[in-house]
């Protein structure tokens, strides 16, 4: 069980059989009673927030997680699949689950994963991973120096907005948490 008392912002707790994590939190004393924490805390499956008071020295559950190393095998169909490098053990999971971060994932890559009650719902990725360029458009001689952007999709399925130099089979940086370009390789 966790204390109010406990509480800082990235403190994962478990309301009501789901997994929260605490975005903010601020101690406050309302003129007449007891002290009161107020929260805002991001639901970890569905990513939902909301906002949440509690009174001082409540006790609420801590979640069953762990942060564990995987492999990432392959695509089959909807789902990721998943190796435990330790155990071997393979997890197919809903793409659902992974999100928007399985199109930063390369078949081989090494990611630490997020299990809670032994169902992956979270992937932590490094700040910014490198990509092959699967298709776009041909580069333009000449079109160095304009601010002029092109679709292209990565090897992966992820799709970024590149400079207009960029060819097909040209490794480039991407950004993991927005998504953006951030050089060539």
């Given amino acids: 069980m966790i204390s ?14 789901k997994p929260f994590e605490i ?25 939902q927030v909301l906002d949440k008071t509690f009174r001082s020295g409540e006790k609420v559950d801590k979640p ?10 392959f695509r089959d169909g909807e789902n990721f699949v998943f190796m435990d490098l330790e155990t071997y053990e393979q997890m197919h999971v809903p793409g659902d689950n992974v999100g928007p971060q399985g199109g930063f994932i390369k078949e081989g890559d090494t990611v630490k994963v997020l299990l809670y009650n032994g169902e992956l719902i979270g992937v932590d990725l490094p700040a910014n991973v490198s990509l092959k360029v699967a298709q776009t458009d041909p580069g333009i001689q000449g079109d160095r120096v304009s601010n002029a952007t092109k679709p292209a999709t990565m090897e992966t399925g992820l799709k970024v907005n590149v400079p207009l130099f960029i060819n097909e089979g040209d490794v480039i940086k991407v950004d993991t948490r927005s998504g953006e370009y951030l050089g060539r390789e």
């Fill in 23 to 47: 975005i903010e939190f601020q101690h406050f004393k309302p003129g007449k009673g007891g002290a009161m924490v107020r929260t805002k805390l991001r639901q970890m499956m569905t990513g």
């Fill in 4 to 17: 109010t008392k406990d509480f800082r912002t990235g403190l994962k707790i478990e309301i009501d059989g």
């Fill in 64 to 73: 069953d997680m762990s942060v564990t190393e995987m492999q990432y095998i």
